[in-house]
């Protein structure tokens, strides 16, 4: 779960995507993320996908910050 939190506060970090947004994108209630986000709960595997979907949207085009995105992608994956 620290892991996941870990990811959520990256893609905030690098995309400036809010908890609320990623409620909103994932179909999912903003407390859900937050539990994510404090390490309380394990997104499931479809909201991994939908998740990294969002940051791939998110920082779409040429950005420097892509090799963070990749990483962000591989933690993503990592946690399944």
Do not use: C, D, F
């Not at 995507?17 to 479809?46: C, D, F, H, M, S």
Request: hydrophobic residues 50%; charged residues 20%.
């Amino acid at each position: 779960a620290e892991r996941a939190a870990r990811v959520l506060h990256a893609l905030n970090k690098i995309a400036g995507v809010t908890q609320q947004r990623i409620a909103e994108a994932l179909g999912v209630a903003y407390p859900t993320v937050n539990r994510w986000a404090r390490g309380k709960a394990l997104p499931r595997p479809k909201a991994v996908a939908k998740l990294e979907a969002l940051l791939q949207r998110e920082t779409a085009g040429p950005a420097p910050a892509m090799g963070r995105v990749r990483a962000v992608v591989a933690r993503l994956h990592a946690l399944y």
